[in-house]
């Protein structure tokens, strides 16, 4: 994502992706909702959407709601084929980078590249940094034999058994005929059975009238759900002076784990930047990382609540309570943006879990990271940005 916007900002730079895979962006869908974005980002980011939607919904045990924010999702086949549009030059396929330093990356096969400013963007870094809980899911992209009658995406359909966490079916109407279905729940560890998994999708479709046809793809995950920790930590055990990006330098939702519309936020802003410099580029994203999760402290509060105060069978209570509040307030807390007021508002009132329980969640857990070895030197001082044409990237 950081590659694609500089591409279309700074055509001047000389970019190089190191991708693992055969294609940008692996076996995934990432989704959205409008509120999430501003007007401008929302439009730069629309040649990426699959499927886009006026609303959508939610089902809880005698309850739904249906919700006007938009949603909008991005397929990884889509997401490689506008990507490689404009960055097929650019990409190498197929290498992993087995070193990564300030001035460049050494190659799984031996070779040396070399730039003056580095972005590790390879994935979540588990560790002692983090107390998290899991979202697990697994989900089938179908075809089904007759309309499925579906106009808005079902974000949670938690009208099902509360087995194993808080568990519901979210569902994305491709077409007339065509669904992603994906059962998810938030668990306290492991990660997702995909053959007990497409059992119980296709169990669920059966029981909505749905008569699979044929199961065209399947793809499955696991999303951190922080607790509490030390991001400091977590920014010691890089290498120096090389900024992280997406969910390995923490840019995420605490709550639902989700990472677009923080990569989409992190894109814009190196894009902005008048000098792309390895120190201030590893500066600001560490800033900015620290600044996010600083402000989704209250967000680890609600999951302690979630994971830790309420019984994994009773979990469900807990986001069917919060989807009966305002809507401005929903849409500003998946956006990122609850005011204090908002928290306040989700505090109110007689708690989802025992009040005993509850009050034992209200301390935020940390780790000492002299305890683990998280003692790498840390970015004392902002650096001092070298001129325009010192910089390439």
């Known amino acids: 994502m950081i590659a694609w916007r500089l591409r279309q900002r700074r055509p001047e730079l000389s970019l190089r992706v190191i991708e693992r895979g055969e294609t940008l962006g692996g076996l995934h869908t990432w989704s959205f909702h409008e509120t999430d974005l501003d007007a401008a980002q929302n439009e730069w980011l629309s040649p990426l959407v699959e499927g ?48 990564i330093s300030a001035d460049g990356a050494t190659l799984d096969d031996g070779t040396r590249v070399t730039a003056r400013c580095v972005i590790d963007g390879r994935g979540f870094v588990p560790g002692p940094w983090l107390s998290a809980g899991v979202q697990r899911f697994v989900g089938l992209d179908v075809t089904l034999a007759r309309p499925h009658g579906l106009r808005l995406p079902l974000l949670m359909d938690a009208d099902v058994a509360q087995t194993g966490g808080f568990r519901f079916f979210y569902v994305l109407p491709w077409s007339p005929s065509r669904l992603m279905i994906e059962e998810t729940f938030y668990a306290d560890d492991g990660g997702p059975d995909p053959l007990r998994a497409r059992l119980a999708i296709e169990s669920y479709a059966h029981a909505r009238g749905w008569r699979i046809t044929s199961i065209d793809r399947e793809e499955r995950g696991a999303l951190p759900i922080p607790l509490g920790g030390d991001i400091d930590a977590l920014w010691r055990g890089m290498p120096p002076w090389v900024g992280c990006s997406g969910m390995r330098g923490g840019f995420f939702h605490a709550t639902t784990g989700y990472s677009l519309a923080e990569a989409v936020r992190v894109a814009d802003a190196l894009a902005a930047r008048p000098v792309l410099d390895g120190p201030g580029v590893a500066w600001d994203l560490r800033e900015r990382s620290r600044d996010l999760w600083r402000r989704q ?97």
């Open 297 to 393: 402290r209250f967000l680890r509060l609600l999951n302690r609540m979630l994971f830790q105060a309420a019984r994994p069978e009773g979990r469900h209570l807990v986001l069917a309570r919060f989807y009966r509040l305002p809507e401005d307030l929903i849409e500003r807390f998946y956006a990122g943006r609850s005011t204090l007021r908002d928290c306040l508002r989700l505090l109110v009132g007689r708690p989802p879990v025992p009040i005993h329980r509850a009050i034992r969640c209200i301390r935020e857990p940390r780790v000492d990271p002299r305890r683990h070895g998280l003692t790498a030197p840390r970015l004392q001082e902002r650096p001092e940005e070298p001129g325009r044409a010192e910089a390439p990237l």
């Open 52 to 99: 886009a939607w006026p609303g959508h919904e939610v089902r809880f045990a005698g309850r739904e709601r249906s919700l006007r924010a938009g949603y909008r999702s991005i397929t990884s086949a889509r997401f490689h084929r506008e990507l490689s549009r404009l960055l097929a030059a650019d990409v190498l396929y197929g290498r992993a980078a087995r070193e």
